[in-house]
């Protein structure tokens, strides 16, 4: 027995929760190293101001899979080509980060400290109600001086990644050609809704949900990509054939920092969001609009669980943990 065998056994926790309203509309997809696939799709892709049903084709606020499906797999393809390395001081490639202070904090971390969360910098700060322009934005970013503190999960850890990876390029990053099924920008009419957002005055679709991307333009290191189920899995496919990666940086990828934070992603431990019944070479991450992506290299398999659990509003009870906890130890007990 496989989980390709039991999809529907596996899908129907989620599939429950959109029968009772705790979220609207939900995407299962399951894959393997050679390509052997399976989706399913119940729910909505919005519910107001109309509704419409969730189909296939439809692209997910991806939110932060973004740090992961883009930004972490971008700059370590740069590594890879020697354009820089993971122990690069951060304004070795940034020069005017904190430039009026050349013994700053800041101009110290390395890349990899960003990609594993090991800074002092804050977890999420309101940078969008300073109400700037993109580019003005972008400036206060790299000149503000951040508040010490213990390392936390940040999303400035990744804006300032971003950043990095438009200087070594020299092209912003809405202007990357993604494989088929990802992007940063998506068809309104074919995407699926995320929050009625008292910021914004009206239901996001097509749009990106996190404030803080929406006000650098769109696209930004920590969030702004899109995803359709399939483009999903076709990246965590590539990731397990090797994701184009040198041995040595792939390895980063599963080989634990600090804690069980690799470099983007987070290893399989007790009690993770994963579930149970995994290899210890499992990975995985999660986004804040519903959206999840785990692999296990060990098994050669691969799953994502997408919702729109944020839809119409952030501020209800989903129990959108319990379901990928749940949905992820089904397909691990039949994964042996």
Known sequence: ???????????????????????PGAALGLITRDGTRAVRVAGFAQIEPEVVPLAQEMWFDLASLTKVIFTTHAVLTLVDQGQMALDDPLARHIPDLRQYESAAPERALTL??????????????????????????????????????????????????GFLIERVTGRPLADYVLPEGLGFSPP???????????????????????????ALGGAAGHAGLFGTIDGVLDHARYLLEGGGLLGETFRGMITPVAGNRA??????EPGWHGGTGHSDHTIGHLGFTGTGLWI??????????????????????????????????LIGSLSG
């Open 188 to 214: 309104p009419e074919k995407s699926v809704a995320t929050e009625r957002c008292a910021w914004r005055g009206r239901v996001m679709r097509g749009n990106v949900h996190d404030e803080n991307a929406f």
């Open 1 to 23: 027995m496989t989980p390709f065998d039991q999809i529907d056994v596996i899908f129907a926790p989620a599939r429950k929760a959109c029968a009772e309203g705790r979220i």
């Open 263 to 268: 470099l983007g992603w987070e290893v399989n």
């Open 112 to 161: 990899r400290q960003l990609l594993a969360h090991q800074t002092h910098l804050p977890a999420v700060e309101p940078l969008y109600t300073l109400g700037q322009d993109p580019e003005t934005l972008r400036a206060y970013i790299l000149q503000r001086v951040w508040t010490s503190g213990s390392p936390v999960y940040s999303d400035i850890n990744y804006m300032l990644l």
């Open 296 to 329: 296990d290299f060990k098994r050669e398999i691969a799953w994502t669980l997408l919702t729109n659990r944020v839809h119409p509003s952030r501020h209800t009870d989903t129990g959108i943990m319990a379901l990928r906890r749940e949905t992820g130890s």
